[in-house]
């Protein structure tokens, strides 16, 4: 912002914060994506994650990458039989190709933006992420490992 020098500046912000959650997989090769809008994440939300994934790709065998967080390891999680899981080294989150979707997706959609409602947040963020193709999310997740 360029203001005249003593001018005082009036910035809009939003204070404190709340969250919402997007549990997504990807798959690198092809571009297809899954995912789900959930209001936590922990265990629970993980093992709906996993039903859903495993629904609706029941005919493949899917390796899912994750890096290790509590929920993603917890002794409570429900793996179905046609998703395989494998762990990132700790503190590598630059390995996980959905990490850079993400990256990818907050740049578009909410970078410099100021939201008056977590509603409105959450539409930017749906918005941008419908609108990609599965040529750019193959684009974006590329790894050179997989």
């Known amino acids: 912002m360029w203001a005249k020098k003593g001018t005082p500046l009036n ?7 709340k969250s919402f959650y997007m549990h997504t997989a990807v798959s690198p090769h092809k571009g297809e994506d899954f995912s789900l809008m959930l209001p936590q994440v922990n265990t629970e939300m993980m093992n709906i994650f996993l039903e859903e994934l495993s629904k609706a790709y029941s005919e493949y065998k899917i390796l899912l990458i994750m890096d290790q967080a509590g ?44 939201f008056a409602t977590l509603e ?27």
């Not at 910035?11 to 914060?17: D, L, P, T």
């Not at 999310?137 to 590329?142: D, F, Q, R, W």
């Open 11 to 17: 910035v809009k912000i939003k204070q404190g914060y």
């Open 71 to 114: 929920w993603h390891k917890s002794k409570e999680l429900n793996i179905p039989p046609n998703i395989e899981i494998e762990f990132l080294p700790p503190y590598s989150p630059e390995l996980n190709p959905v990490e850079r979707l993400w990256k990818w997706i907050k740049k578009e959609a909410v970078h410099n933006k100021v």
């Open 120 to 146: 409105q947040l959450m539409e930017s963020v749906i918005n941008e992420y419908q609108k990609l193709s599965s040529e750019k999310i193959a684009s974006l997740c590329a790894c050179f490992y997989l």
